[in-house]
């Protein structure tokens, strides 16, 4: 199975902040890779598929990078509605799907 | 609108089953893959199960092959997990959604249901 590695597994920012969390595979992934958004009691949204397309809907402050191994999740300038946990996802060597672990994004 | 509906959660004993229900509208579930994904309390996220568009193409996580099973209700675009056997560390939020149905099929989840909540209790 891939294994998702995210890092880091928490981080503490402030409104207007550039973050960045990063995402290794275990394996040699492509570019499938999506990253998800979720608050508490909700379920997860979708924000990037393909490691870096974006969403239709979703602020373009988010964006992806990365290939093969190693991917970024950017947020150029956090809102207080990004405050959140937030995971990767790789769909190429299936089954199974594998997830990150999450990373929690807090204040 | 696009939508996922949630119902059947609950309490159930040690060896006990359970059936969930994830309710489609706005798309045929027909159409799509789809997919089961748990979360276990103050934990990640874990995929379950998948059906593919025709139902004949199925997989399950190793924790669970051979006690849960994924059906479909295309007349009433109904999804269905069956679990059987449960165990304590089946206990979860557990979450239908619709996966990316293009080829190459690229896997992402672009609708959600609200997730209902599964304890495997004695």
Not at chain 1, 76 to 82: A, G, M, N, V, Y
Not at chain 2, 79 to 105: I, K, N, W
Request: with cysteine; net charge neutral.
């Amino acid at each position: 199975d891939v294994q998702m590695t995210q890092s880091p597994s928490d981080l503490s920012a402030s409104v207007g902040d550039r973050v960045t969390i990063t995402c290794r595979s275990s394996h040699p992934i492509s570019d499938y890779l999506n990253w998800y958004q979720q608050k508490p009691g909700q379920a997860p949204k979708l924000l990037i598929h393909s490691a870096s397309t974006l969403q239709g809907g979703v602020p373009s402050r988010f964006s992806g990078s990365g290939s093969v191994r190693d991917f970024t999740l950017t947020i150029s300038s956090l809102q207080p509605e990004d405050f959140a946990t937030y995971y990767c996802q790789q769909h190429y060597n299936t089954p199974p799907t594998t997830f990150g672990q999450g990373t929690r994004l807090e204040i | 609108e696009e939508q996922l509906v949630q119902s059947g959660g609950g309490l159930v004993q040690p060896g006990g089953s359970l059936r969930l229900s994830c309710a489609a509208s706005g798309f045929s579930l027909s159409d799509s893959w789809m997919y089961w994904v748990r979360q276990a309390p103050g934990k990640g996220l874990e995929w379950v199960a998948w059906m593919n568009q025709d139902g004949r193409e199925k997989a399950f996580v190793a924790s669970v092959k051979g006690r849960f099973t994924v059906s479909r209700d295309d007349a009433e675009n109904y999804l269905f997990l069956q679990m059987s056997s449960l165990r304590v560390e089946d206990t979860a939020v557990y979450y239908c959604a619709r996966g990316h149905s293009g080829y190459p099929r690229r896997g992402y989840f672009d609708i959600w249901g609200q997730g209902v909540l599964v304890t495997v209790s004695s």
